[in-house]
């Protein structure tokens, strides 16, 4: 019996030359996937353009809506931002791709997957890794990391060779990613870390120097941590994110310019390109600012930092990933109101923070006759936090660089 492989397919050059090798090097099946994560690039003919790779069945997923609640969302409760910067549009979008591949696979009856990725990028292990995770048993295929072609020529050539068709388009200068969350570009002349970014790297939003004279101001409401409405406007989670794009992304809001460090221990330079994401980071932290006692917010910033390196690291589909989320989900129970935010040239500035479980006390933090906090109580308080030091140093002297400075 021939072997059947779901494909994870773009419709790009590589994945549809990955259909046919599959076909012709394996004697295989072939059955494509296509998700739909909200990226600006259609979808609109793939199906078409997967038959004629000779693949059986072309399936395309409509994701979006799991791709922001259950992906976008629990990342943004998380206030993950890997290297404390790049919200990981991409990196989110790989495991629920890898999970459409598995259901897909189970259901066909495949005995493999394949991806399109490099054999150096982060993108083979979050598949790989989920996969793993998802369908312990089923094997995956690589071929960017095993086939004999040495470039995009050979790649087009094959697909000539095979009646496969290839736009004749000039080949765009970068490497792009994209979905709902952002874009990643990478290659080209930006693997030059002296050069700066050319504005045509650029994908979804204007330059600050190009954007509107007049700020535009957004309200945000959240609700336990998520977004529920903009500008008052109740709004579903992908249309929330899709407005905020296009408003943001107008004003230049969310370019980044990035060297970080991958799993398999390279350097790489990306742009990145996340208004909405930017934008909804900020009004979030904001919020929490405003509704987390202190102990949870600091708690909660250290663990930001290790629940984004494991999903830029492939491991979504971990235990410790689930269990992070856990405490995350229960920091989250008071995170609503509503942030305002001024965009303006690039920038996004506060305007105003409101929360029915606002911590903030104006009768105990005011300066005025109002005040309610007990001054004479501070003097109990530090008498009994500095006794450590006044009992350290009664004994030892007092401290070294002091001493030193005395001695002069
Ligand atoms: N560096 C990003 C990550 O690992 C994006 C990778 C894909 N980038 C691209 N331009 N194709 O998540």
Not at 171 to 188: A, K, R, V
Request: proline share 5%; aromatic share 8%.
């Amino acid at each position: 019996m021939k072997e059947k492989i779901a494909v994870a397919y773009s419709g790009g050059l590589d994945t549809s030359v990955i259909a046919k090798w599959l076909q012709e090097k394996y004697n295989a099946e072939v059955i494509t996937v296509s998700a739909n994560l909200g990226q600006q690039k259609e979808l609109v003919g793939i199906e078409e353009k997967a038959y004629k790779t000779g693949a059986k069945k072309a399936i395309v997923l409509d994701l979006r809506d799991a791709f922001a609640t259950e992906y976008i969302f629990p990342a943004l409760k998380a206030g993950a931002l890997y290297e404390h910067t790049y919200p990981m549009a991409t990196s989110l979008g790989r495991p629920l791709i890898a999970k459409a591949l598995v259901d897909v696979a189970k259901a066909e009856g495949c005995t493999a997957v394949a991806h399109g990725c490099t054999g150096k990028g982060n993108d083979q292990v979050r598949f790989e890794a989920a996969i793993a995770a998802l369908a312990p048993d089923l094997k995956v295929y690589a071929p960017l990391r095993e086939w004999e072609f040495k470039s995009r020529e050979e790649e087009i050539e094959y697909c000539q060779k095979h009646g496969i068709p290839v736009k004749a388009t000039k080949e765009n200068p970068y490497s792009i990613d994209e979905n709902m969350w952002g874009t990643s570009i990478e290659c080209g002349i930006l693997e030059n870390p002296r050069v700066a970014p050319p504005e045509d790297a650029y994908q979804r939003t204007v330059s600050p120097e190009n954007a509107p004279n007049e700020s535009v101001t957004v309200e945000i409401e959240f609700e336990n941590g998520v977004p529920i409405s903009l500008d008052g406007k109740t709004l579903a989670p992908v249309d929330l994110i899709m407005k905020l794009n296009e408003i943001a992304g107008a004003h230049g809001i969310g370019r980044l310019d990035l060297i970080e460090n991958r799993l398999v221990g390279i350097k790489s330079r990306e742009l990145y390109e996340a208004p909405a994401a930017t934008v909804l980071h900020f009004a979030h932290r904001e919020l929490e600012r405003l509704t987390l006692d202190k102990d949870t917010m600091h708690y909660k910033a250290k663990l930001a930092n290790d629940y984004a390196d494991l999903i830029y690291n492939g491991l979504w589909f971990s235990p410790l990933r689930y269990a992070l989320n856990a405490f995350v989900e229960e920091t989250q129970k008071v995170v609503s109101g509503v942030a305002t935010l001024k965009l303006y040239k690039g920038n996004i500035s506060l305007l105003s923070r409101w929360s029915p479980n606002s911590l903030y006390d104006e009768s105990l933090a005011t300066y005025t006759e109002e005040d309610q906090f007990d001054h004479k109580a501070s003097i109990g308080f530090i008498k009994i936090y500095s006794l450590p030091l006044k009992t350290y140093y009664r004994i030892n002297g007092a401290p070294i660089p002091e001493q030193e400075a005395m001695a002069k």
